[in-house]
Structure formats: C-alpha cells, structure tokens
C-alpha cells in the first residue's frame, strides 16, 4: 500500500534555510486513447475484438472511475485525446471539460506522425480540433504526439495551427520554447509511462516484447521519489499515464492514495498542461 511505503509523500523536501518553499510543478497527463492507434489505423481491429476491448476500456470503465478520484481530491488533470474517442464517446469527453479539466489534441486515430507529410499532419491536427469544437466546444491549445512520435515539421505546424504548447518530447524536465516560434514544450519522461509498468496482456499479446506486469506498490514508489525530488529544483512533472492502463480497480486504489498524499504536500502544485504553458510563458515573454 502507498501509506505503508517508505517513501513520504506528504513530506516537504525543500532545501532547509532557503526562506522561500520550492515547489514543484506536476501535471496528471492521461493518454485517453481507447482503442485508437495501429490496429485501427490498419483497419484490423475490426477482426480483433480483444483489441477493441482492451482500449475501449479506458473511456469505457477506468475514466469514470480516474474523473471521482479526482474531483474527490480537488485536482484538475489534462486529458490527451485522439478526437475519434471523442466522436464515439462525446458524453464522457463534454465531462471531462464541463469539470474543469483540460482535453488536449492527441491526433484524431493516434497516427505516427513522423511518418506523415506537412499536408497530412496539418489535415489531421485541423479535422481533430473542429471535432472538439463541435463536440465539447473548446479547442485544444495543446498537443500530445502519439506514443511520442516526432516529425522535423511537426512543431512549426502546431504553432501555424495555433496550439500554444506539446508534451511530446522527452528531453528534459522543465518546459522550454521550441526555436523559431512561439510554441512551448512540456517535456514528459518514459518512466511516467504506465505502459512500462503495467500495460502487458497475454490475449491480446500487446505490446509485444514484455513479458510480466510489475509489482503495483514499487512503481507507485518509483514514481513518489522523482516528484520529490523535483521539488529542491523547482522542476516540471508530466506524466504518460493511460486510463486503460492505470485505471483498473487495483491500480485506480493505488493511484488514489498517491495523489491524496502528494495534495497535502506543500512542495507540489497541481496545474493542467495549458496552465503550466500559460504561466510559463508569462514568465518567459518570447
């Protein structure tokens, strides 16, 4: 259990003396995906219903679940999602808003956006935010490339289609200005990915290659000492949780017991994705 670990979440580790608390900066990121992405993208989740039922339990079962557990702690989270979850599941996605939370552009089927034209990331990144508009009535001001994919032409092309910041990169641990424009980054780290954890299912085998599911508690540890330790600096926490993934019942109990604990430590502060840009950007004019 989180509360029975040796790792004090509630626990200020802020420099003694400094005369001034540090904080740092976290961001509850979910990877709403469903069962969107490769499968889809070829077409052969439509004789694969095991993959269908894999990812539509994230928006189908474990977000409902992950929206309580937030609201019941005050926290406001951000919600990357590909907008053909948002065409097949509006009710959920016009809740996540409607609560304060923030939804973010995720490509419309999570397409691999390093293999993709100007014309064909440009068409995806438009097609997707007139689906939020006419579904939820925002449109995202931020960007998540699918499972951290990267095109040379991709940041130029958000900034031209008027997002103000992504999360996709990995390659650091406080946001920065991407050369040339004005669009800001919010570096997030493969061992916030869940998938590494916790993601592996015999039927479907998915993903290919792991060949166990950690123990729940030394992840969640895992996880606890890098936010503390992002406080002495000041530093920016993003995480790459997916719903389907962190929100089962066992994990979901886990997780509410890691955020309830790191609420009440006052070297953390909880902002969405668009806050941490927002706020960054004002103190850093371009």
Known sequence: MVSSSSVDLKASTDKPGAGV????????AFDLDGPTGDAMLSGSIWNKPGYFGLGAYGPHRAVPRILDMLAAHGVKATFFTPAWVVEHWPGLCRRIVAEGHEIG???YKHEVFFRLSAEEQRSILNRSQNIFEDTVGVRATGFRAPSGDWHPQTASLLAECGFSYSSSLRNGDVPFRHDGHSLIEIPAKSLFDDYTAFAY???PNFPAGLDRVAAYTPVFESWG??????????????????????GTPGRALLLEKFIGELVENPGI????????ARHWSERNPA
């Not at 608390?21 to 509850?28: D, E, G, V, W």
């Not at 502060?269 to 941490?276: G, Q, V, Y």
């Open 21 to 28: 608390l540090q904080q740092a900066t976290l961001a509850l």
């Open 105 to 107: 552009n995720h490509g």
């Open 201 to 203: 299912h015999r039927a």
């Open 225 to 246: 000492e890098e936010i503390l330790a992002a406080v002495p600096e000041g530093l920016t926490v993003a995480t790459i949780w997916h719903p389907k993934v962190i």
């Open 269 to 276: 502060r909880f902002e969405t994705c668009d806050a941490i």
